[in-house]
């Protein structure tokens, strides 16, 4: 079965700074790989996708990822973070869309101090 | 207005006691899902469903039943709430490549 590790539980990055979370995934074939982010008390928002092609992906709000498959990683970043990036971002992977299943990392907690 | 939304957004209850959290979506996909939110475990599949009528079983379904009746509704049901239980629950709709959630309901068993 697929599964998503996300190494940094918490990260703590200067407003301005740059910023990478890690996601490693676990799965035999070409994963379809997900970032999602939850802002506290609310909901999950998609950030940016990867299926195939390209192996850099651009998302909202300034975010991208890289698929490296040698690396079995999707890690996310963002040259500048901003205050308002503080929140939890969720790696997931869904192993094909015959039942579009996501399985979710445990998430990183990013904090931005001033 | 289009989206998916949960109720309750706050629920308090007794161990024991019977609790179902509703999830609506009003763009007729096909999938629903429920997830549980819990710190250190990220989200955990409960349940999910292809369509009306038909459901199956995540990670975690153990204490829950879910139906489907409408395409636009997916219940989740605590038969008999243990504190376990206590959680954030999403549920989510599906298109062919994104899951969007709703806001969550925030459980608490006493």
């Known amino acids: 079965a697929q599964s998503v590790t996300q190494p940094d539980i918490h990260i703590t990055v200067s407003e301005g700074a740059s910023l990478e979370l890690r996601c490693n995934y676990s799965y035999g074939a070409t994963p379809y790989l997900f970032w999602y982010v939850q802002s506290p008390g609310q909901g999950l928002q998609l950030l940016l996708k990867?299926?195939?092609?390209?192996?850099l992906v651009q998302g909202i709000k300034g975010f991208e990822a890289e698929f490296k498959r040698s690396q079995s990683s999707f890690n996310l970043r963002k040259p500048s973070v901003h205050w308002s990036d503080a929140a939890e971002y969720f790696c997931a992977v869904v192993s094909n869309f015959g039942n579009e299943k996501l399985t979710f990392g445990t998430g990183t907690r990013l904090t931005i101090i001033p | 207005d289009a989206g998916i939304t949960q109720s309750p957004r706050y629920k308090i209850t007794e161990t024991g006691r019977q609790v179902t959290l509703m999830c609506h979506q009003t763009w007729s996909h096909s999938y629903m899902f429920w997830y549980r939110q819990d710190l250190g475990h990220g989200l955990r599949l409960i349940y999910y469903s292809a369509a009306a009528d038909i459901t199956d079983k995540g990670e975690v379904p153990d204490g829950y039943v879910v139906s489907r009746s409408k395409t636009e509704n997916f219940p989740l049901t605590l038969e008999s709430a243990t504190r376990s239980q206590t959680s954030v629950y999403f549920c989510?709709?599906?298109?062919?490549?994104?899951?969007?959630f709703g806001p969550g309901t925030r459980l608490t068993v006493l």
């Open positions: 990867y299926f195939s092609g390209d192996t």
């Open positions: 989510a709709s599906s298109r062919v490549d994104e899951q969007f």
